[in-house]
């Protein structure tokens, strides 16, 4: 799969139903790929001084089979501009920026470096503006006009189309690691939104959210999780207590990430083929409640070499995700 990315933006009218309107004719033109976009960003204009802020958001086109050309993507793009904003030039005589209806800017086309008078791919001025480098991170984690390199360069950066990534659609009809992250109150929603990123990249059954852990839909959650609050299954529970009781009755093995005298070191546990392993993960303060500590099958440590007792949260659990998927992902 490879992919265009465009970035949508206004600062005069109703903006936000200009970049609608284009987002939506956009993915007409385009029938053949799968439109993704990010969320909006509010900014001052770059390059002159206006007392309108702009609306932009990106959009990502994904291809799976033969791509439109670099040229006729511009010509579809200039297109939709006329239409929705005739008569409304992006600069004045003089060369200079100017407040405008309507802008859609092609910043990158995996697998193509352009220059010439009509288009230049990726776009110059990319990386000196926050509204396009913002949505970009979202369509195309870790992207920057200094990544895109040749096909043949083996320090250049994997886009999400080198990486081949699952739309939502796709990962939720998949099977899944049997694997799955229980949250006891978990407080901080960073922290909750950064275990379904996680539970994301290692095809987690579910998440399963406790007590005071936060749920989706929450801007602070998806802030860290970055849409995977969407793909991750994740259920609910009052207390820990009965979400260990349901999946103890659905055969799963218990296991508390938590220091205990009997504790195991995370390197040393081997899950068995085909076992389900529920890992629960603690308060960041208390830890893991000492009722489900005492009725967990396996207890398990992550060796630790520094000064303090204890890493954040969610970085145990990725930790300790990775080594169990790690595991049962070959199985």
Same mark, same amino acid.
């Given at each position: 799969? &490879?992919?265009?990315?465009?970035?949508?933006?206004?600062?005069?009218?109703?903006?936000?139903?200009?970049?609608?309107?284009?987002?939506? &004719?956009? *993915?007409?033109?385009? /029938?053949?790929?799968?439109?993704? &976009?990010?969320?909006?960003?509010?900014?001052?204009?770059?390059?002159?001084?206006?007392?309108? /802020?702009?609306?932009?958001?990106?959009?990502?086109?994904?291809?799976?089979?033969?791509?439109?050309?670099?040229? =006729?993507?511009?010509?579809?793009?200039?297109?939709?501009?006329?239409?929705?904003?005739?008569?409304?030039?992006?600069?004045?005589?003089?060369?200079?920026?100017?407040?405008?209806?309507?802008?859609?800017?092609?910043?990158?086309?995996?697998?193509?470096?352009?220059?010439?008078?009509?288009?230049?791919?990726?776009?110059?001025?990319?990386?000196?503006? &926050?509204?396009?480098?913002?949505?970009?991170?979202?369509?195309?984690?870790?992207?920057?006009?200094?990544?895109?390199?040749?096909?043949?360069?083996?320090?250049?950066?994997?886009?999400?189309?080198?990486?081949?990534?699952?739309?939502?659609?796709?990962?939720?009809?998949?099977?899944?690691?049997?694997?799955?992250?229980?949250?006891?109150?978990?407080? #901080?929603?960073?922290?909750?939104?950064?275990?379904?990123?996680?539970?994301?990249?290692?095809?987690?059954? #579910?998440?399963?959210?406790?007590?005071?852990?936060?749920?989706?839909? =929450?801007? !602070?959650?998806?802030?860290?999780?970055?849409?995977?609050?969407?793909?991750?299954?994740?259920?609910?529970?009052?207390?820990? !207590?009965?979400?260990?009781?349901?999946?103890?009755?659905?055969?799963?093995?218990?296991?508390?990430?938590?220091?205990?005298?009997?504790?195991?070191?995370?390197?040393?546990?081997?899950?068995?083929?085909?076992?389900?392993? !529920?890992?629960?993960?603690?308060?960041?303060?208390?830890?893991? =409640?000492? !009722?489900?500590?005492?009725?967990?099958?396996?207890?398990?440590?992550?060796?630790?070499?520094?000064?303090?007792?204890?890493?954040?949260?969610?970085?145990?659990? *990725?930790?300790?995700?990775?080594?169990?998927?790690?595991?049962?992902?070959?199985?």
């Amino acid at each position: 799969m &490879r992919s265009i990315y465009l970035n949508i933006g206004s600062n005069r009218g109703d903006s936000r139903a200009l970049v609608e309107e284009a987002v939506r &004719r956009v *993915a007409a033109a385009f /029938p053949q790929a799968l439109l993704r &976009r990010s969320h909006a960003v509010t900014s001052q204009p770059w390059g002159y001084q206006s007392e309108n /802020p702009f609306l932009n958001l990106g959009v990502a086109l994904d291809f799976d089979g033969e791509m439109p050309q670099p040229l =006729d993507v511009l010509a579809a793009t200039q297109g939709i501009e006329r239409a929705l904003a005739p008569d409304s030039p992006h600069r004045n005589a003089d060369g200079s920026y100017r407040d405008r209806l309507l802008d859609i800017d092609i910043i990158h086309i995996d697998g193509v470096r352009m220059d010439t008078p009509e288009l230049t791919l990726p776009h110059p001025r990319a990386a000196a503006r &926050r509204f396009v480098m913002e949505p970009m991170q979202v369509l195309c984690p870790g992207w920057s006009p200094d990544s895109v390199a040749a096909d043949d360069d083996p320090h250049a950066k994997k886009t999400i189309a080198d990486m081949a990534r699952d739309d939502v659609a796709t990962f939720r009809a998949k099977p899944k690691t049997p694997l799955c992250v229980v949250l006891d109150n978990i407080r #901080s929603l960073n922290n909750i939104g950064s275990i379904f990123r996680t539970a994301d990249a290692f095809m987690l059954d #579910s998440v399963v959210l406790c007590g005071i852990s936060a749920t989706p839909p =929450d801007p !602070a959650i998806h802030k860290t999780a970055l849409g995977a609050e969407e793909s991750v299954a994740w259920r609910y529970f009052d207390t820990t !207590a009965e979400a260990v009781a349901s999946l103890r009755a659905q055969g799963w093995t218990i296991c508390c990430l938590e220091q205990v005298h009997g504790s195991v070191d995370l390197d040393a546990f081997v899950p068995a083929p085909g076992q389900k392993i !529920a890992l629960v993960s603690g308060n960041e303060v208390a830890g893991v =409640d000492p !009722a489900i500590v005492r009725g967990a099958d396996v207890w398990l440590e992550i060796p630790q070499a520094g000064t303090k007792h204890s890493l954040n949260v969610a970085v145990s659990t *990725a930790i300790a995700l990775w080594h169990l998927y790690s595991h049962l992902s070959r199985r």
